[in-house]
């Protein structure tokens, strides 16, 4: 599923996929696409909104 991320070093928005069967709760390490910094990945599953929020850290 498609999903994207807001870079918690430069800001710029970043595209990501999310493998639906891993489970509703996800951490996983990814590159900013623009700045490069590696960002922490929390994501989530809202079952109500049938979305997956994702909240980036620095790493």
């Known amino acids: 599923m498609e999903a994207g991320f807001q870079c ?5 928005w970043n ?6 069967s891993v489970g509703r709760r996800q ?5 900013c696409q623009v700045c490069c910094k590696p960002n922490i990945l929390h994501i989530e599953y809202d ?8 909240r980036a850290e620095l790493e």
């Not at 918690?8 to 710029?12: D, L, N, Q, S, V």
């Not at 951490?27 to 590159?31: A, I, L, M």
């Not at 079952?47 to 994702?54: L, N």
């Open 8 to 12: 918690a070093g430069c800001g710029e």
């Open 27 to 31: 951490d996983y390490v990814e590159d």
């Open 47 to 54: 079952a109500s909104t049938e979305e997956f929020f994702v």
């Open 15 to 20: 595209s990501t996929a999310v493998d639906e």
